[in-house]
């Protein structure tokens, strides 16, 4: 599993989720000046979610 410190998006445009696998297409689509440490009370991204599940 390729879990990693929580981190979500402060682009206005993205979802409102955090990400903790770096194996999710979408943590690594954001922008490295968009990107922000911790979770911001959001739920976790799904696709993270199922990542983790699989023990991906």
Same mark, same amino acid.
């Given at each position: 599993?390729? #879990? *990693?410190?929580? *981190?979500?998006?402060?682009?206005?445009?993205? #979802? #409102? *989720?955090?990400?903790?696998?770096?194996?999710?297409?979408?943590?690594?689509?954001?922008?490295?000046?968009?990107?922000?440490?911790?979770?911001?009370?959001?739920?976790?991204?799904?696709?993270?979610?199922?990542?983790?599940?699989?023990?991906?």
């Amino acid at each position: 599993m390729a #879990k *990693v410190s929580p *981190v979500y998006s402060n682009n206005p445009n993205s #979802k #409102k *989720v955090y990400h903790n696998n770096d194996k999710c297409t979408e943590i690594n689509n954001i922008e490295r000046e968009n990107l922000r440490n911790g979770t911001d009370n959001r739920p976790l991204c799904e696709h993270c979610a199922r990542l983790n599940a699989q023990g991906k």
